[in-house]
C-alpha cells in the first residue's frame, strides 16, 4: 500500500503460453463438451490439431502424466497449473496410441515434446481429436488473455498470457 502512495505501481508479471500443438486455434467455448466449454474445469483455449505431437507450453514441471496417457498437466514456476487433455474422450482408449517422453517431476522446457499419438486412431476411437489446454488455478490470476486466430506453431505461436499482480 506505501508503494502506491508514493507513485510506484506494483510489478506484473506475466507468463506467455506456446500452443502446445500445430493446428487451428478454437475457443474453448467451441469444444464439443460441456466439462470445457463451460469451463467447468478452469478457462483456456482448444485446438484442431494437424498433427500427433504435444509440446510444453512454458518452462514447467510435469506434475501429472495420465495412466491412459490422453492428458497431462504441468506446472510453472509461477505456480501456474496447465493441463492439456488430447482429444474428448480418449480416456476410453486406455493409451492405445499415445506415447509418453516425459515423467512426473520432469523439469522441460517450452517446445520440449511431451506426448506424440496416433491421429489417425484417435479421429477413429474417440469422439473429438480437438484438444483443449486448461488453467486450472486460474483463480491466481488478476487475467488471463487468449490470443485466438488462425493456426498455431506448436511450441512458437503465443496463445494464452496469464497475468498475475
Not at 500500500?1 to 486455434?25: A, Q
Not at 522441460?108 to 481429436?129: F, P, Q, R
Request: net charge negative.
Amino acid at each position: 500500500m506505501l508503494k502506491k502512495l508514493f507513485g510506484k505501481k506494483p510489478k506484473i508479471l506475466e507468463v506467455k503460453l506456446v500452443s502446445p500443438v500445430e493446428g487451428t486455434i478454437l475457443k474453448l467455448e467451441d469444444v464439443p463438451d460441456p466439462v470445457f466449454s463451460q469451463k467447468m474445469m478452469g478457462d483456456g483455449i482448444a485446438f484442431f490439431p494437424i498433427e500427433g505431437k504435444v509440446v510444453a507450453p512454458a518452462d514447467a514441471i510435469v506434475i501429472n502424466v495420465f495412466p491412459t496417457k490422453h492428458a497431462i498437466a504441468l506446472e510453472t514456476a509461477e505456480g501456474l497449473e496447465i493441463l492439456i487433455h488430447i482429444g474428448l474422450d480418449t480416456v476410453n482408449m486406455k493409451g492405445e496410441g499415445f506415447s509418453v517422453f516425459v515423467a512426473e517431476g520432469d523439469q522441460v522446457k517450452a517446445g520440449d515434446l511431451l506426448i506424440s499419438y496416433s491421429l489417425e486412431l484417435v479421429k477413429e476411437k474417440a469422439s473429438s481429436i480437438v484438444t483443449p489446454m486448461i488453467i486450472t488455478n486460474g483463480n491466481i490470476l488478476k487475467e488471463l488473455q487468449h490470443h485466438y486466430g488462425g493456426q498455431s506453431v506448436a511450441g512458437k505461436t503465443t496463445v494464452l498470457t496469464a497475468v498475475f499482480e
